[in-house]
Nanobody, 121 residues
Framework: QVQLVESGGGLVQAGGSLRLSCVAS????????MAWYRQAPGKQRELVAQ???????NYADSVKGRFTISRDYAKNTVFLQMNSLIPEDTAVYSC???????????????WGQGTQVTVSS
């Protein structure tokens, strides 16, 4: 079992920045994927950013060029640097980690509780 705890959310004005952190209760070196998701009120959860064990990254079109995902294995932490925030970025942000399974499946997926990000206009 792995517990994930997010922090760094809050209220920020449009154009501002926030850095989210997701700390794992134990080493995440054995996990193949780490990601940040978000869910706004009345909307489905969406993948915001993903990083693989090889360092490849993937971003939602809506955040490309503004958000950066990174990880620090020594600190068991995944980060999301968010710049040039807009009101549409307002959501609960959650981190998740998982492993590859057989035949393209996934396994051992863990979630954090989430942290609220509110961007005022």
């Amino acid at each position: 079992q792995v517990q994930l705890v997010e922090s760094g959310g809050g209220l920020v004005q449009a154009g501002g920045s926030l850095r989210l952190s997701c700390v794992a209760s134990r080493s995440i070196v054995s996990f193949d994927y780490m990601a940040w998701y978000r869910q706004a009120p009345g909307k489905q959860r969406e993948l915001v950013a993903q990083i693989t064990d090889l360092g490849s990254t993937n971003y939602a079109d809506s955040v490309k060029g503004r958000f950066t995902i990174s990880r620090d294995y020594a600190k068991n932490t995944v980060f999301l640097q968010m710049n040039s925030l807009i009101p549409e970025d307002t959501a609960v942000y959650s981190c998740s980690i998982w492993r590859r399974g057989p035949m393209g499946t996934l396994r051992d997926k863990y979630w954090g509780q989430g942290t609220q990000v509110t961007v005022s206009s």
